[in-house]
């Protein structure tokens, strides 16, 4: 889930700079940084944890996902 995230939203940040819209360039960097904060917490996929220890706990994708938009919240508000 995190290279979709992050490909779309540097789609969303190229689409803020076209459009001179920094309120959608600060949310894409608001998004990418609680994807990496998230991560570095240690709430992550199947694919991250196993590099870390292959018996390392991780999050469905689900799970991964709704961590990202608790966190987003938290941080937007």
Excluded at 32 to 37: A, D, F, G, L, R
Excluded at 45 to 50: C, F, M, N, S, W
Aim: glycine residues 4%; charged residues 30%.
């Amino acid at each position: 889930p995190i290279a979709s995230i992050f490909a779309w939203a540097r789609g969303l940040y190229h689409r803020g700079k076209l459009d001179d819209n920094e309120d959608l360039k600060k949310f894409v960097k608001t998004l990418e940084k609680v994807c990496i904060e998230t991560v570095e917490s240690g709430s992550m996929t199947k694919d991250l944890a196993i590099l870390i220890d292959k018996s390392a706990k991780y999050l469905t994708t689900n799970q991964f996902l709704e961590a990202i938009d608790k966190n987003l919240k938290t941080k937007l508000n």
